[in-house]
């Protein structure tokens, strides 16, 4: 089954609104979650990251929110322009470096921002 | 700073061929991943390895060999096309697993006609 689950496929928004991107995950092992950006034609690149012992983690216009008790976190970006239009990956897994423990990447959603 | 390559860009192949994608990094670092992106699905993993030498399997192993022949170098192999297949392969790699950011190649994009 899928594990990590971005519950939005494609997301459309107006220049200069706020937006959220959800991810939800089952496996309550997970402590550590993070945003990839992709453009097209272009590789994912690491937007945003937080451990779990934390609730929320803010970069500029960027804020991770994590509620581990309900296995979700999302990302809200505020002020939103067109060149935030992209793919946003979502990824969650164990933070320690050891054994087996890779990240599990969420399905996308793709975003697009109207000017 | 470091970088990824992935060679070819692009690979067409026939049905029941076997192809061979090839990934390069020089950030030295020890883990090397391959995904499969497919429209909708998100990054799948194929691959991964933690070391030289070493092989681990994904989540979409089957119909895939992997090789990595020294840290620098991991190699995918998809052993027989399927016909109408279309994706775009992608290499990363990372410090270590957990959470490491992972680096990503530009990508192989895969037609099978």
């Known amino acids: 089954g899928q594990q990590v689950k971005q519950s939005s496929p494609s997301l459309t928004v107006q220049e200069g609104g706020i937006l959220i991107l959800n991810c939800d995950y089952e496996?309550?092992?997970?402590?550590?979650f993070a945003w990839y950006k992709k453009y097209p034609d272009n590789s994912p690149t690491l937007l945003i990251s937080?451990?779990?012992?934390?609730d929320k983690r803010e970069d500029g216009r960027f804020t991770v929110f994590l509620n581990k008790s309900g296995k979700h976190f999302s990302l809200h970006i505020t002020a939103s322009q067109p060149e935030d239009t992209a793919v946003y990956l979502c990824?969650?897994?164990?933070?320690?470096?050891?054994?087996?423990?890779?990240?599990?990447f969420g399905q996308g959603t793709v975003l697009s921002v109207i000017p | 700073g470091g970088i990824i390559t992935q060679t070819p860009k692009f690979l067409i192949g026939q049905e029941g061929q076997k192809l061979t994608l090839k990934c390069q990094q020089n950030?030295?670092?020890?883990?090397m991943y391959w995904y499969r992106q497919d429209s909708g699905k998100g990054l799948r993993l194929i691959y991964y390895?933690?070391?030289?030498?070493?092989?681990q399997k994904g989540d979409l192993s089957e119909g895939y060999d992997a090789s990595r022949e020294k840290k620098s170098s991991f190699s995918l192999t998809v052993t027989s096309a399927q016909k109408n297949e279309m994706a775009v392969f992608l290499c990363?790699?990372?410090?270590?697993?957990?959470?490491?950011?992972?680096?990503f190649g530009p990508g192989t994009r895969l037609t099978v006609l």
């Open positions: 950030f030295n670092h020890d883990t």
């Open positions: 496996n309550d092992m997970f402590d550590y």
């Open positions: 390895s933690i070391t030289e030498n070493d092989l």
């Open positions: 937080v451990r779990s012992n934390v």
């Open positions: 990824a969650a897994g164990p933070m320690a470096t050891g054994g087996n423990n890779k990240l599990t």
């Open positions: 990363a790699s990372s410090i270590g697993l957990g959470g490491q950011e992972q680096y």
